[in-house]
């Protein structure tokens, strides 16, 4: 693709503005890890939401879907629509719960919830499995995103496509901590969404707008069933790639049963750490709920518009062997004019630095807060873990350059992901509201998945590239995973009175799951707020009620479009009346005992 001056220029003020930002708070990251990682927990809700969406909207995520798209339509995007629903209830369930923790990671909740040496082991096992081997896989399927665009716009080869992709973001994240991140997120968020805006706006144009669009696909895809088929926001019936029976196991189980990063069961990972930096608990929740709208109603359709346009401009995407996911990036090349592929090279650029950067900064307080200072060096100054923090940057930045060298596919990651994860749902959802659940739970959820991972993909050879097989690798990793834990918690001790009655005067749980420790604290009874879960409900609804709505409107589906838009706005009203987010009242709120009183 070829740039002129105005397009270097834009990129080059870009990453000019990347740097500065990062480089204004390397004086604030440095003065302990609570401002490294966690920027004092004095962050804005809207600041906290918006590095959310600025995360999961990385260089991976338009190619991702373009490629989703591309093989099977715009109802292939249920793969990750399917997660509204967890992310609501993290929204109103768990975010003032893990906000209220007061911990820095949420590996560091582990030894919170539980006591002893297997919660020990669990929060050192976790700090070096998420923050290497899962953390790696993460950061190359981003890289490898970029690595393509570099490729096909600029010629650059894989190596050194990979030391360019990562040498500007390490930089300022290992100097700036948290608060580099947070705000060049929003300055990148920016930049990002313009940039797919307009190639979404020029690819329409170039194909006759929408109009053009579906008079092509139902020129060129009239065996796949035309444009009626391709723009279906749910599958067909019979479809073979997602029948009935798939569909309705990813709207039932995925989003609760399976871990995914940014739509953990619960929250925790990145979406926990931005939790945990906001300035109250009202803050965290409206961060998580505009994260979740957001992500949802904000950002998909342009990219879905530029995969119809690639699906008209280049039909031989289709084809066996061809790579799908690279048709974002033709469109690209093809309607571009000059100035507007400086513009978008940035967003691409913008995209990939603010995922990155999050995933370098929580990866390396996984390394430093749960392994290095837990178990090797746990009385150093807080200026010596603040170096270790940035040279710990480093090694993880090498790691995801090594994971994108071994990679090919950006989506299959994602799937391997939903499948490496599948069963340690519900452990993570129950951990909160059961008194039961102790630290054997969590390891035996976690190597049981683990385990069945490896039999069904190698041994019984499902491929988790293929949703068919993706479902019936959830269903019965979800079984087996969810009978494996429940059988050794009962067959375990139950974690101790003083480590339960620690834990609820901190968080102060809801529900009948903690009744025992209740009765022995002498507090009555509660019972689940029957407002969050109002709130939960008007919550999926606006989302689905926009995302289709939005989606029909742009395919002049005006009566459909303006139903789907007026429920939305009916549940957001009601979520506006409803709206709670404020801790409870102060008598409710036990003190902790003292050191020595437990």
């Not at 990679?407 to 509201?433: C, E, H, K, N």
């Not at 102060?586 to 003190?591: Q, S, T, V, Y």
Request: hydrophobic share 50%; net charge neutral.
């Amino acid at each position: 693709m070829r740039l002129e001056w105005l397009d270097w220029a834009i990129i080059f003020i870009y990453f000019l503005g990347s740097l500065a930002i990062g480089l204004l708070f390397t004086g604030r990251a440095g003065k302990n890890l609570s401002e490294f990682f966690l920027s004092g927990r004095d962050v804005p809700w809207w600041l906290a939401g918006t590095s959310m969406v600025a995360t999961t909207f990385a260089a991976d995520t338009p190619l991702a879907v373009a490629g989703l798209v591309i093989k099977n339509g715009v109802a292939a995007n249920w793969l990750w629509w399917s997660f509204v629903m967890g992310g609501m209830l993290t929204v109103f369930f768990f975010a003032r719960l893990w906000r209220r923790s007061e911990v820095l990671t949420d590996l560091e909740f582990i030894e919170l919830r539980y006591g002893g040496r297997p919660a020990a082991l669990l929060r050192g096992f976790r700090s070096l499995y998420m923050g290497i081997a899962i953390n790696s896989i993460i950061m190359g399927w981003v890289t490898l995103a970029m690595v393509k665009i570099l490729g096909l716009t600029m010629g650059i080869d894989k190596w050194h496509a990979v030391f360019f992709c990562f040498a500007v973001t390490g930089f300022y994240t290992m100097l700036s901590g948290l608060w580099g991140v947070l705000v060049t997120d929003a300055f990148q968020f920016v930049i990002k969404m313009t940039g797919c805006v307009a190639l979404a706006i020029f690819g329409l144009n170039a194909i006759g707008g929408i109009d053009g669009l579906k008079a092509s696909l139902d020129t060129h895809y009239a065996a796949k069933g035309g444009a009626d088929a391709i723009l279906a926001l749910t599958p067909a019936f019979d479809s073979p790639w997602m029948p009935i029976g798939t569909f309705l196991v990813l709207v039932s189980i995925g989003w609760w049963a399976s871990w995914y990063p940014g739509a953990e069961p619960g929250g925790g990972g990145y979406v926990a750490q931005r939790v945990f930096s906001s300035r109250t608990e009202k803050d965290s929740l409206l961060a998580t709920l505009w994260f979740t709208v957001a992500h949802y109603c904000l950002r998909p359709w342009p990219w879905i518009l530029v995969a119809l346009v690639a699906l008209v401009l280049h039909p031989e995407l289709t084809a066996p062997g061809a790579d799908p996911e690279t048709g974002y990036i033709r469109v690209m090349i093809d309607v571009l004019p000059f100035g507007w592929r400086g513009l978008m090279l940035a967003a691409f650029a913008a995209a990939y630095m603010s995922t990155i950067a999050t995933h370098l900064n929580w990866g390396t307080s996984y390394l430093i807060n749960d392994f290095y200072r837990r178990f090797l060096r746990t009385d150093a100054s807080e200026n010596h873990y603040v170096w270790a923090s940035r040279l710990a940057t480093i090694l993880v930045m090498v790691l995801g350059g090594l994971a994108t060298l071994n990679m090919d596919s950006i989506s299959g990651a994602w799937q391997l992901m939903l499948a490496l994860g599948a069963g340690t749902g519900p452990v993570y959802l129950l951990r909160w509201y059961w008194w039961r659940v102790n630290a054997w739970s969590e390891i035996s959820a976690q190597g049981c998945a683990l385990l069945s991972y490896v039999v069904l993909s190698y041994w019984l050879h499902l491929n988790t590239d293929n949703p068919n097989d993706l479902a019936l690798s959830l269903v019965i990793s979800v079984t087996v995973t969810t009978a494996c834990w429940l059988v050794v918690t009962f067959l375990t001790q139950p974690e101790t009175p003083a480590v339960l009655e620690r834990f609820y005067r901190r968080i102060h749980p809801e529900g009948p799951g903690w009744k025992p420790v209740r009765n022995r604290l002498g507090l009555p009874a509660t019972s689940f707020s029957l407002s969050a879960t109002i709130n939960w409900l008007c919550g999926v609804v606006l989302v689905y009620g926009f995302l289709f709505g939005v989606g029909k409107l742009i395919f002049k589906e005006w009566l459909t479009g303006s139903l789907f838009v007026g429920v939305g706005l009916v549940a957001g009203l009601l979520l506006v009346r409803n709206f709670q987010g404020f801790a409870p009242p102060a008598d409710e709120r036990l003190p902790e005992p003292a050191v020595g009183e437990e």
